[in-house]
C-alpha cells in the first residue's frame, strides 16, 4: 500500500530555522516525482517546486525560489523542504505529494501545519 | 503560465442532485487534467485523472470529461458525504496550476 507520511506541527518564531520531511513507503520511492504545496489559511493550494528523488533534479516555482530549499534523503525514502529565517508570512499548511506518470498528484501526505509567531 | 479558471466558485445544492464543476484552461493540454476534493482539516483526494479516468477508490457517481481547454466534472447523484471543495489542476506544463476552487454545499 502507498503511503505519504509527513512529519508533525511545528511552532516557530520568526528567525528560526525549520526542516519538515514527508516519507513515502510502498513504492519504489527514488522513480516517482514529490510535489510540495503551501496552502495558507483559507486559501487555495500553491506549489513550491517537485523534486525526483532518484537524482535529486529539482524544479522550484520562481516565487519560493531562494525562499526554501527541497532536498531528498533516499536512504531513507524522505523528501524535505526547508527553511533557513522563517517569517509570519510562512503560518500555512505544507503539504507533499507522490506524482504519478504524468505528475499528477495522486498519494498525498496528511499535511504539516508550520506556525509562524513571536 | 496556464490559467486555470474554474466555476462557479460556489454551488448550492440538495443530496441526490446533480453537480457540474467545469475548467477552462488558457491554452491547449490535451487530457492533462485531473479533480481533487478537499474537506476542511483534510488533505486533498484525487477524484479523477488524465480528464475522465477515475482514481481508485472513487465511487462511480463522479466523472470526468473534456479535453484540450474545456473540462467538466460530474457528480450524479450528491450524497452527504460529497460536501466539499472541489478544485482542478493541470499538470500539462510547469508550472502547474489549479482552478480557484468550487465549494459545494448543502441547499
Known amino acids: 500500500e502507498v503511503q505519504v507520511v509527513q512529519s508533525g506541527a511545528e511552532v516557530k518564531e520568526p528567525g528560526e530555522s525549520l526542516k519538515i520531511s514527508c516519507k513515502g513507503s510502498?513504492?519504489?520511492?527514488?522513480?516517482?516525482?514529490i510535489g510540495w504545496l503551501r496552502q495558507m489559511p483559507g486559501k487555495g493550494l500553491e506549489w513550491m517546486g517537485i523534486i525526483y528523488p532518484g537524482d535529486s533534479d529539482t524544479r522550484y516555482i520562481p516565487s519560493f525560489q531562494g525562499q526554501v530549499t527541497i532536498s531528498v534523503d533516499k536512504s531513507v525514502n524522505t523528501a524535505y523542504v526547508q527553511w533557513t529565517s522563517l517569517k509570519a508570512s510562512d503560518t500555512a499548511m505544507y503539504y507533499c505529494?507522490?506524482?504519478?506518470?504524468?505528475?499528477?498528484?495522486?498519494?498525498w501526505g496528511q499535511g504539516t501545519r508550520v506556525t509562524v509567531s513571536s | 503560465d496556464i490559467q486555470m479558471t474554474q466555476s462557479p466558485s460556489s454551488l448550492s445544492a440538495s443530496v441526490g442532485d446533480r453537480a457540474t464543476i467545469t475548467c477552462r484552461a488558457s491554452?491547449?493540454?490535451?487530457?492533462?487534467l485531473c479533480w481533487y476534493q478537499q474537506k476542511p482539516g483534510e488533505a486533498p483526494k484525487r477524484l479523477i485523472f488524465?480528464?475522465?479516468r477515475l482514481h481508485s477508490g472513487v465511487p462511480s457517481r463522479f466523472s470526468g470529461s473534456g479535453s484540450g481547454t474545456e473540462f467538466t466534472l460530474t457528480i450524479s447523484s450528491l450524497q452527504p458525504e460529497d460536501f466539499a471543495t472541489y478544485f482542478c489542476l493541470q499538470q500539462n506544463t510547469f508550472p502547474y496550476t489549479f482552478g480557484q476552487g468550487t465549494k459545494l454545499d448543502i441547499k
Open positions: 491554452q491547449d493540454i490535451r487530457n492533462d
Open positions: 488524465a480528464a475522465s
Open positions: 505529494a507522490r506524482l504519478d506518470g504524468a505528475h499528477s498528484p495522486d498519494y
Open positions: 510502498g513504492y519504489k520511492f527514488t522513480s516517482w516525482w
